[in-house]
């Protein structure tokens, strides 16, 4: 699989690509299947819809990878929080964790009810084709935290932040309760087939240095480690968005960095390049403009060069209006102009 070769720093033909959120609603074949759900929790707990979805990107614009189609906010719903999707809102949770009485209501174990991403995982390994990958994914602890705490998304965070200075040992309780659910969950994955795992942490940016490495980086770390020491041959894959000022701090046995577009890709070459290999990391509205689109890949190849050490990807998830033409265009010319 060239996208795990990639990973590896191993000689592949070209610069493999994939996109995050490249399963979604600027593909016509994806709202079809959405509209017959009904609503987007149904069809992330229906193995077949699931499937279908995480399949038609490969299928549609030849990525070299498939990302499994789920939802970060599975493992809060399946520790017993009631989830709910808002039009025009996100998600929200009815009943915010706030204090350490509530960690009690917790589920401790939500990877057993998590059965149905398993057989997704299945049924997308049955009909992807060899040579392309599938990968796995969890949000990482502190962006599942702030969305358990807060109860939705935020554009302050104050209320989990405010926890970090006045209740530390309240909110690593938290941490680690999430951390070992995460933990058993990406493991499942991997039995049940997935060829790399990514984690997100979309919220990285919400935190000063100090308190990102003590509340967010340490635990992803965490949770890169013991799947590495379990399954050396799988590919990790961290993305903390936003962290561009903070990569001396960048520690850990994993594989891959996740580049967002507000980190200049010099940079992470500069401060990662040597230790992990970087993915990332176009502006997502580039896409909008074919010339912008070709302007964008390559400034970034010029810096990566066509070789080891990177894989093409977004620096952020693709919209949800873009024409899947300016998508197809992308994958096209990274494959042609990393050819080696």
């Known amino acids: 699989m060239v996208f795990i070769d990639a990973c590896f720093r191993k000689k592949t033909p070209y610069t493999p690509i994939w996109m995050m959120r490249q399963a979604g609603r600027y593909l016509p074949e994806y709202m079809e299947v959405r509209n017959?759900?009904?609503?987007?929790?149904?069809?992330?707990?229906?193995?077949?819809?699931?499937?279908?979805?995480?399949?038609?990107?490969?299928?549609?614009?030849?990525?070299?990878?498939a990302i499994l189609f789920s939802d970060i906010l599975v493992i809060p719903?399946?520790?017993?929080?009631?989830?709910?999707?808002?039009?025009?809102?996100?998600?929200?949770?009815?009943?915010?964790?706030?204090?350490?009485?509530?960690?009690?209501?917790?589920?401790?174990?939500?990877?057993?009810?998590?059965?149905?991403?398993y057989e997704t995982i299945k049924l997308v390994r049955e009909k992807l084709p060899k040579d392309k990958a599938l990968i796995g994914f969890s949000g990482a602890p502190w962006t599942l935290a702030t969305y358990m705490v807060e109860g939705s998304g935020s554009k302050t965070y104050a209320t989990i932040k405010k926890l970090i200075y006045t209740?530390?040992?309240?909110?690593?309780?938290?941490?680690?309760?999430?951390?070992?659910?995460?933990?058993?969950?990406?493991?499942?994955?991997?039995?049940?087939?997935?060829?790399?795992?990514?984690i997100f942490d979309s919220w990285a940016s919400a935190l000063e240095k100090d308190k990102?490495?003590?509340?967010?980086?340490?635990?992803?770390?965490?949770?890169?480690?013991?799947?590495?020491?379990?399954?050396?041959?799988?590919?990790?894959?961290?993305?903390?968005?936003?962290?561009?000022?903070?990569?001396d701090a960048i520690y850990g046995k994993f594989d891959v960095f996740g580049?967002?577009?507000?980190?200049?890709?010099?940079?992470?070459?500069?401060?990662?390049?040597?230790?992990?290999?970087?993915?990332?990391?176009?502006?997502?509205?580039?896409?909008?403009?074919?010339?912008?689109?070709?302007?964008?890949?390559e400034k970034i190849v010029e810096i990566m060069g066509a070789k080891e050490g990177h894989i093409f990807n977004?620096?952020?998830?693709?919209?949800?209006?873009?024409?899947?033409?300016?998508?197809k265009f992308l994958v096209e010319l990274v494959h042609d102009l990393t050819k080696r």
Not at 81 to 110: A, H, N, Q, T
Not at 220 to 235: G, S
């Open 77 to 117: 719903l399946e520790m017993g929080m009631d989830l709910r999707f808002e039009k025009g809102e996100g998600p929200v949770f009815s009943d915010p964790i706030r204090k350490s009485e509530d960690l009690e209501r917790l589920y401790d174990y939500p990877e057993e009810k998590l059965t149905y991403v």
């Open 167 to 198: 209740e530390p040992e309240f909110m690593h309780a938290l941490m680690i309760k999430i951390t070992e659910a995460v933990k058993a969950y990406l493991v499942k994955q991997i039995e049940a087939g997935v060829n790399a795992v990514q």
């Open 314 to 327: 977004l620096g952020h998830g693709m919209l949800p209006d873009l024409p899947v033409e300016n998508a």
């Open 36 to 65: 017959k759900a009904g609503d987007f929790l149904t069809l992330c707990k229906n193995p077949e819809m699931a499937a279908e979805v995480t399949l038609q990107p490969v299928e549609i614009l030849d990525v070299d990878a």
């Open 212 to 247: 990102f490495v003590e509340f967010s980086w340490d635990y992803m770390v965490d949770i890169a480690e013991f799947l590495k020491d379990k399954y050396p041959h799988i590919p990790v894959i961290l993305f903390p968005k936003g962290v561009a000022g903070y990569l």
């Open 259 to 297: 580049v967002d577009w507000g980190t200049p890709i010099e940079l992470a070459k500069k401060h990662l390049g040597e230790r992990y290999v970087l993915q990332g990391n176009m502006e997502p509205t580039r896409l909008y403009s074919k010339e912008a689109t070709k302007e964008g890949v």
